[in-house]
């Protein structure tokens, strides 16, 4: 499974970024899919967790209520909707898919995109 994630960059303080993720070469509806991110010098955290037909998501408190995972299974996308964004919502976030149980652990992922790098400035 390759991951490709974009629509990172730089926002203001309470406002609103959109980032996507292009998956390829596995059915896309039989992979659960994820959002971590990894803040400078600290460990890469859960953000987001879709599950395969989309009806079922999960979210780590601290996004709870500004962030909303979607997923196109006809696109092979899943979405990451940021709002309200917060100066401790800087790091790199990174998709990635897993064929397993849905989960909020990262070790139950297999497949990781490259990051793309996300910048809120106060």
């Known amino acids: 499974v390759q991951l490709q994630a974009s629509g990172g960059g730089l926002v203001q303080a309470g406002g609103s970024l959109r980032l996507s993720c292009a998956a390829s070469g596995r059915t896309f509806s039989n992979l659960n899919m994820g959002w971590f991110r990894q803040a400078p010098g600290k460990e890469r955290e859960f953000v987001a967790a879709i599950s395969r037909s989309g009806l079922s998501s999960d979210y780590t408190d601290s996004v709870k209520d500004r962030f909303t995972i979607s997923r196109d299974n006809a696109k092979n996308t899943v979405t990451l909707q940021m709002n309200s964004v917060k100066p401790e919502d800087t790091a790199v976030y990174y998709c990635?898919?897993?064929?397993?149980?849905?989960?909020?652990?990262?070790?139950?992922?297999?497949?990781w995109g490259q990051g793309t790098l996300v910048t809120v400035s106060s």
């Open positions: 990635a898919a897993q064929g397993g149980n849905y989960s909020r652990v990262k070790r139950e992922y297999a497949y």
